[in-house]
């Protein structure tokens, strides 16, 4: 019994000394840059040229605002990389949580938006709750809500309404409206001059409503 206990003493230890290294306390503060890390702004944080690969973990509450950001450079490659691969976002920790209004040249990082972005010339994010918008290229992994582009959207996983010239979703439900109309597997409605989706190609209208 005495043993049973000191081991069950010695474990409960070390779980919590585990438990207290994984745990990570952001930082408050009301403005500032969003190139530090373990941070909550809020209000404003500003900065320019955030990048993928970061692991900041900087959450905002209010109003991003990036100039220049690296997606203005978005037309160098025709949009940089379409939304195309499959992914799981159920224990995803977002370089940047955005809960507000984003606004940039293009913001081109591991991002979750929630309310409003706006890019000047073309954005990426990792996903978009609420509403996206892009002068040029509107690349959002995961959309949920509306997304408006000039020139095109992309998205792998959509549900809500696509506008642009050119637009595509791999999978999802909704509206597309544009010249061009692509989705992989998609319930909902494409209107456009042509439209393709995984049961035929049409001009002008095309739908699915089955799996």
Same mark, same amino acid.
């Given at each position: =019994? ?56 900087? %959450? ?97 996983? =959509? ?22 109309? %692509? ?29």
């Amino acid at each position: =019994m005495k043993t049973t206990l000191i081991n069950l003493i010695f474990l409960t230890t070390i779980s919590i000394a585990t438990y207290g290294q994984d745990t990570i306390v952001l930082k408050k503060a009301i403005l500032g840059t969003f190139h530090t890390e373990n941070k909550t702004f809020n209000g404003l944080s500003f900065g320019f040229a955030s990048t993928m690969p970061d692991d900041r973990n900087v %959450k905002t509450n209010g109003l991003r605002l990036e100039i220049p950001g690296i997606g203005f450079l978005s037309f160098m490659g025709n949009g940089f990389p379409n939304a195309k691969e499959p992914f799981d976002l159920t224990n995803h920790r977002f370089s940047e949580v955005v809960n507000g209004l984003n606004i940039s040249t293009g913001s081109w990082c591991d991002c979750n938006y929630n309310g409003l972005t706006i890019a000047a010339v073309g954005q990426y994010g990792k996903l978009g709750q609420g509403f996206s918008l892009a002068g040029g290229w509107n690349i959002i992994d995961k959309q949920n809500g509306l997304q408006i582009a000039l020139i095109a959207n992309s998205s792998y996983y =959509m549900n809500g309404v696509q506008i642009s010239a050119f637009n595509y979703i791999n999978t999802g439900n909704g509206l597309q409206i544009g010249i061009f109309n %692509k989705s992989e597997n998609f319930k909902g409605i494409q209107i456009g001059l042509w439209n393709v989706n995984q049961k035929r190609k049409l001009p002008l209208i095309n739908w699915n409503f089955t799996e």
